[in-house]
């Protein structure tokens, strides 16, 4: 890494110099660090991000929800989007849709054009037939079956899966995306709330949050209600048994 990406006052630096320099293999290098694999969705995600900015003209981002992405899924493609474009769960600057979609929309605050980037196809022609057959089988295996692999096999899944996801970063961006100018959203800045405390559990709760009983403060998870979560399915109704 960079020294940039040492400095306090903008821990982004060496990743948005990356992308400036159009640098996108080693960005999906240092994704890898958040994400755990090296993926196709994380090279799209990734890829995206670049593409998305440069057609922005975005240089910085310090994750005050100043530049906001808008996910249309919740897949390996995210973690692609979150750590190279710096919008986050965490820094509300990623709204998420639950649409099942391989897309994502990023704007700048106060313009109003924004750039969605749609990924065409997972199926990107990068390197021989035998490897993709070869790396779909042991995905087949792993994933979808949920059946153990060797050790060997586990390693030759991830040398495979490597070797595609950073040939995808390199393809052309037109093999990938469809990519387009569309209107901003404009989804309103995170509001701050003040807290309540359950008098059930003794736990802080946003006050947006908490339901009366009695007049009473509780979490929604000792009021027994329903709340909404994410999961791998998408967005899921959840209630906290008691
Ligand atoms: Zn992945
Ligand atoms: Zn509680």
Same mark, same amino acid.
């Given at each position: 890494?960079?020294?940039?990406?040492?400095?306090?006052?903008?821990?982004?630096?060496?990743?948005?110099?990356?992308?400036?320099?159009?640098?996108?293999?080693?960005?999906?290098?240092?994704?890898?660090?958040?994400?755990?694999?090296?993926?196709?969705?994380?090279?799209? &995600?990734?890829? !995206? =991000?670049?593409?998305?900015? *440069?057609?922005?003209? %975005?240089?910085?981002?310090?994750?005050? /929800?100043?530049?906001?992405?808008?996910?249309?899924?919740?897949?390996?493609?995210?973690?692609?989007?979150?750590?190279?474009?710096?919008?986050?769960?965490?820094?509300?600057?990623?709204?998420?849709?639950?649409?099942?979609?391989?897309?994502?929309?990023?704007?700048?605050?106060? &313009?109003?054009? !924004? =750039?969605?980037?749609?990924? *065409?196809?997972?199926? %990107?022609?990068?390197?021989?037939?035998? /490897?993709?057959?070869?790396?779909?089988?042991?995905?087949?295996?792993?994933?979808?079956?949920?059946?153990?692999?060797?050790?060997?096999?586990?390693?030759?899944?991830?040398?495979?899966?490597?070797?595609?996801?950073?040939?995808?970063?390199?393809?052309?961006?037109?093999?990938?995306?469809?990519? !387009?100018?569309?209107?901003?959203?404009?989804?309103?800045?995170?509001?701050?709330?003040?807290?309540?405390?359950?008098?059930?559990?003794?736990?802080?709760?946003?006050?947006?949050?908490?339901?009366?009983?009695?007049?009473?403060?509780?979490?929604?998870?000792?009021?027994?209600?329903?709340?909404?979560?994410?999961?791998?399915?998408?967005?899921?109704?959840?209630?906290?048994?008691?």
């Amino acid at each position: 890494m960079s020294d940039a990406s040492t400095n306090p006052l903008r821990p982004r630096a060496a990743i948005q110099q990356l992308l400036l320099d159009g640098n996108v293999r080693a960005v999906l290098e240092m994704a890898g660090m958040l994400h755990g694999h090296y993926c196709v969705g994380l090279a799209l &995600g990734v890829k !995206a =991000v670049h593409a998305g900015f *440069k057609r922005l003209g %975005i240089i910085d981002n310090t994750g005050m /929800e100043e530049i906001m992405a808008v996910a249309e899924c919740n897949s390996c493609f995210v973690d692609g989007i979150q750590f190279a474009a710096g919008c986050t769960l965490g820094n509300n600057a990623l709204v998420y849709q639950d649409l099942g979609k391989t897309a994502a929309t990023f704007y700048c605050r106060g &313009g109003s054009v !924004a =750039v969605r980037v749609c990924v *065409k196809s997972y199926d %990107i022609d990068t390197g021989p037939e035998e /490897e993709k057959r070869e790396g779909d089988a042991l995905f087949e295996k792993a994933v979808k079956r949920r059946e153990k692999l060797s050790d060997a096999e586990n390693t030759r899944m991830k040398e495979l899966w490597n070797k595609r996801s950073f040939a995808v970063a390199a393809a052309p961006d037109e093999r990938c995306f469809l990519i !387009a100018d569309v209107k901003a959203p404009a989804f309103a800045f995170a509001p701050i709330f003040d807290s309540q405390q359950c008098v059930v559990c003794g736990e802080k709760v946003m006050e947006s949050k908490a339901v009366f009983r009695n007049g009473q403060p509780h979490c929604l998870a000792c009021a027994g209600e329903e709340y909404r979560m994410v999961v791998g399915k998408g967005i899921s109704v959840g209630r906290t048994a008691h």
